[in-house]
């Protein structure tokens, strides 16, 4: 049956274990970008509101050991002030300790369990780690759509010790805004293509050639497709062993009459560096390579994307952590924001770093939370976290 929703599930006076996803970056130990947990802000209000006890658990980082530079701390402080009550940080995510804290919660509290991946059990999928995970706990909510494509005790294997299990408002709206565009989107339907490598676009490309209209490709990627194609490259940077592979997926665009497009000019310099020497050329020079789509490539996309009525973007346009090779991707994401009659999803990861914050950003209809997340959904694969709330 269906995931059921959080507003559908009785939570007054239990504690509900609520998986989010605080993978945020930090710099000394400040958030610099708070956002994923904003996103969860809703179903946590939404619990405590209810006369429930909310007990927060998620990872951070790729932690090899338990190590202070990766603790949830950070994180606790930041809830504590959006949620203007204190939310204590426990000393572990099992435990007796733990479950004396989780014990003593009162309706209405909120506590944060330590960094899931301190413990290598969690990534295991562990039964007697999810076991832990989930005692003194009556009910589940996953609200970590950016961990749903990871079968882990958190996302998984809790499911099998907590049988009221629901989807939180977050999970909620990625579903909704993913499956508009994979079950019956409005057309013309484009998909923009970025990101440095095209080995993680294959899946998308193949599963949604048959959906869209055009594609339009940039970023790193581009390079690969153009050297498919015999066109000079420079020192762009190419997957060497995917050029025969760009030239299957054009070949395989051109038999589903899908228009692939690529750039027509480019931003190069010797090197992605704030102080490069920069200039806008049709055919990039030996010496240089490609760093963002040019101002007519960015004209043209613009041009294509008019019309469309489903916009599905992933992978930034050129190397946008230096400002001056992010123009084309900010120029084509408002252009994208301003378009009232289309539905507009932007994939997770460095897509959304790269628009996120922008005046205009609240024009696209979603912006995933999800980065693998939401490229396995696109690809048509199943999430094995949202999979154990239907089961």
Not at 64 to 91: F, G, M
Not at 174 to 199: F, Q
Not at 258 to 264: A, K
Not at 286 to 307: A, E
Request: with cysteine; hydrophobic share 40%.
């Amino acid at each position: 049956m269906p995931a059921r929703a959080i507003n559908e599930l009785s939570l007054e006076g239990k504690k509900v274990l609520v998986r989010c996803d605080f993978n945020v970056p930090l710099d000394n130990g400040v958030i610099t970008d708070s956002s994923r947990i904003d996103a969860s802000l809703e179903s946590i209000r939404y619990i405590l509101g209810r006369g429930a006890s909310a007990v927060l658990c998620s990872h951070l980082g790729r932690p090899k050991e338990r190590t202070p530079e990766l603790s949830l701390k950070p994180v606790a402080d930041y809830l504590s002030q959006q949620l203007a009550k204190k939310v204590a940080l426990a000393p572990d995510c099992i435990g007796e300790f733990c479950e004396r804290m989780v014990k003593d919660l009162s309706p209405g509290e909120a506590l944060l369990l330590e960094n899931l991946r301190f413990h290598p059990e969690e990534e295991a999928n562990d039964p007697d780690f999810s076991h832990e995970l989930a005692r003194g706990k009556q009910v589940y909510i996953n609200d970590a759509f950016g961990s749903a494509h990871r079968a882990h005790a958190s996302t998984v294997g809790v499911t099998r010790f907590l049988r009221e299990r629901g989807a939180g408002f977050l999970m909620l709206r990625e579903l909704r805004a993913l499956r508009a565009v994979t079950e019956d989107p409005a057309h013309p339907y484009v998909l923009i293509l970025g990101g440095a490598k095209v080995s993680d676009k294959i899946g998308v490309i193949k599963a949604l050639l048959p959906k869209v209209n055009l594609m339009l490709i940039g970023g790193a990627m581009a390079y690969t497709f153009m050297k498919a194609h015999g066109m000079p490259v420079g020192k762009s940077r190419i997957e060497e062993d995917k050029v025969e592979l760009a030239r299957e997926l054009f070949a395989l665009a051109a038999q589903r009459r899908v228009s692939l497009v690529l750039p027509t000019d480019h931003v190069v310099a010797s090197a992605p560096t704030a102080d490069a020497q920069v200039e806008v050329v049709s055919t990039i020079p030996g010496d240089k390579m490609g760093l963002d789509i040019g101002p007519r490539t960015v004209d043209q996309f613009m041009q294509h994307l008019s019309t469309a009525r489903t916009i599905v973007w992933n992978g930034p346009l050129g190397y946008f952590e230096i400002p001056q090779f992010a123009q084309g991707t900010l120029k084509v994401g408002e252009a994208v924001a301003n378009l009232k009659e289309a539905t507009s999803l932007i994939g997770g990861g460095d897509t959304a770093a790269a628009l996120a914050h922008q005046a205009w950003s609240g024009n696209f209809t979603h912006i995933s939370t999800g980065g693998g997340a939401t490229l396995e959904y696109l690809e048509g694969t199943e999430l094995p976290g949202v999979k154990a709330l239907e089961d």
